[in-house]
Structure formats: structure tokens, C-alpha cells
């Protein structure tokens, strides 16, 4: 990681211009206009620059979920996603009990390495909630695999 970091909260109304990272997590713009005004968002900034997002929106009772994450490709492996969401863990904590996170088949082991566990899966959702296929390393996404952390 680049020093000189920080992380800010960034307010709906702001987020405009982090539409090309969240555009990376989730390649339906129209998909991410419909949740990225709710709930809470994060940027991890080098030099000014946002290079990793996370967006937190509540879900059921005491549980929030994680609905967006990325870094600017070139920073990719740098601990960037790392370091944000360590921060959003802790800041979510004071508001939530557990967070959700719904995912491709392949994005399983990425968050499994947080701590994240099994929970649901929803049959069929790139399909029922997406105009156009989404692929994932040529694989086309078909269900979505729903894990969950205790916040601490
Ligand atoms: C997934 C993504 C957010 C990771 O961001 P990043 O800043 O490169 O992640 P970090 O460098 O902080 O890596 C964090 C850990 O995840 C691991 N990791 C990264 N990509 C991984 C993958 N595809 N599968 C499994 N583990 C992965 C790293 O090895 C690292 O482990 P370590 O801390 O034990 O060494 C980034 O690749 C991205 O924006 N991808 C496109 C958007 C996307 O798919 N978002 C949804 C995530 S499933």
C-alpha cells in the first residue's frame, strides 16, 4: 500500500463520482442507481484519489448488508480492499450485529478469507435481476451465494 492513505465516509449525493468503481463490482449501472444512494459508503483514498469503495445498506433487524466492494483494477493485491473493510467492520459494529454479503460463486473465497460464512443461496438472481448475462472469468453468474459475518 501507497502511505498517506485515508478512509472518509462518503454521503449520498457524493457518490457520483465513484460510479466507475461500483460500476467494477456490479457491471449493471442501472442495477447500481437503484441501491447506491442508501445507506453508508466508504473510500480509501490515495493522494486524493479513490482507488476502493465499500457501500453498507441495513437489511433485516440487526443486520446490514455488504452491497458493493472494489479497487481500481491497477491497485488490485495491495491490501486496499483489506484496509477499507477492516475499517467498515468496526464502523458497522456500533449499528449492526451481523453483515451480509451476496456474491458470484467465485467471489465465495475472496470474502471467506474475512471471516465470512455460508449462509443462503437465491436461486436464479443474475438472471431474474439482471437485463443482460453476467460473467465472471467466462463463467455466466446464475445464483447468488449469500454469506455472513458476526460484527464485533
Ligand atoms: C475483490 C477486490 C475488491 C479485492 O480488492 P483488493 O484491494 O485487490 O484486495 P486486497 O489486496 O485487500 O486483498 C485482500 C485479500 O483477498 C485476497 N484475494 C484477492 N482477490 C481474491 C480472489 N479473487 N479470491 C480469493 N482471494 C482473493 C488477497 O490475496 C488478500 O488476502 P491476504 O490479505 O490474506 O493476503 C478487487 O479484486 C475488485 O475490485 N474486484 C472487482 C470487483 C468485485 O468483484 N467485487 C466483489 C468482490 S467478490
Known sequence: MEPGWTIREIPPGEREPFL???ILADPDET?????????????LF???????EALVIPGE???CEL????TRERDWGRGYARALLGYVFKACSAYWKTMYVGTSDSGRAFY??????SSHVVKNFFIDNYAEP???NGVRCIDMFYLRKELD
Open 20 to 22: 466507475p468503481l461500483l
Open 31 to 43: 442495477v447500481v442507481r437503484k441501491y447506491w444512494e442508501e445507506g453508508s459508503m466508504w473510500a
Open 46 to 52: 490515495v493522494k486524493g484519489v479513490p482507488v476502493c
Open 61 to 63: 433487524g440487526d443486520a
Open 67 to 70: 452491497k458493493n466492494l472494489a
Open 112 to 117: 471467506s478469507g474475512f471471516g465470512f460464512i
Open 134 to 136: 453476467i460473467m465472471e
